[in-house]
């Protein structure tokens, strides 16, 4: 089976509204589908690489290559775990958390999207906070990065609520525009008391290799 070579098929994480897991290639395709739609107001630009300025086909496409290209690319010491985000069975976004040297570091980053017509539900709280307990609770995380803009309130809005502080400032080029981004932070010790809602966690003893992790070095 391609699970027994590739067992992040089988991780699946689910909070008392969502389910977060990999997706089919029929989902990938829904996926492709959400963002061609759109993903945020067309006046602003939230991501540092601007792939939703692509007209909606090649947007999508490069949902499902992006997606492609994650997989292939994996390995123990520099992997981006991108799954699907699904509400009452449909697909309503992305939500990705990533590390370099993880075993070493035990520091992740995260980042995400919605679907437009998702969006101001308290989805992207549930979602990130579902990735959180995996990085910590089921990967031994230290400390999780995330960043945003400074013209997108609802992300820092996010990251209030699950206990993430400052930690510094950067500055990027953005659609010819000089823009700032400011970097937070969430170490363990203030995930443990900002613990948002319940998640579950199937699946992910025989992923912990993929990781770069013996089942004692997670715990």
């Known amino acids: 089976m391609l699970m027994d070579h ?20 029929e989902e990938l395709g829904q996926l492709a589908d959400l963002a ?4 945020h107001e067309p006046d602003r630009m939230p991501f540092i ?13 490069s949902v499902v290559q992006h997606h492609w290209l994650r997989r292939g690319t994996w390995v123990p010491d ?11 069975g449909r697909v309503v976004g992305l939500q ?22 998702h969006q101001g539900q308290g989805i992207g709280t549930e979602m990130r906070a579902a990735v959180l307990h995996l990085a910590f609770a089921g990967l031994g ?10 013209d997108n309130p609802s992300s820092f809005a996010v990251s209030k609520k699950l206990g993430y502080e400052q930690d510094g400032v950067e500055q990027y080029s953005i659609r010819d525009v000089r823009v700032t981004m400011r970097r937070l932070r969430l ?19 025989p992923c912990l290799p993929l990781f770069g992790l013996s089942k004692e070095a997670a715990l």
């Open 141 to 150: 995380a230290h400390d999780a990065l995330s960043g945003a803009f400074e």
């Open 78 to 88: 520099n992997w981006a775990l991108n799954l699907a985000v699904f509400k009452d």
């Open 187 to 205: 170490p363990r010790v203030r995930w443990e008391t900002h613990r948002h809602g319940a998640t579950t966690i199937t699946g992910l003893a």
């Open 36 to 39: 061609a739609a759109g993903v």
């Open 6 to 25: 590739w067992p992040l098929l089988g991780l699946h994480l689910k909070t008392p509204h969502l389910e977060l897991r990999l997706p089919s290639d």
């Open 49 to 61: 690489v601007p792939w939703t300025d692509l007209p909606p086909a090649e947007r999508a496409r």
């Open 96 to 117: 990705e958390v990533a590390a370099r040297d993880f075993a070493v570091l035990r520091q992740v980053s995260t980042a995400s999207w919605l679907g437009v017509r």
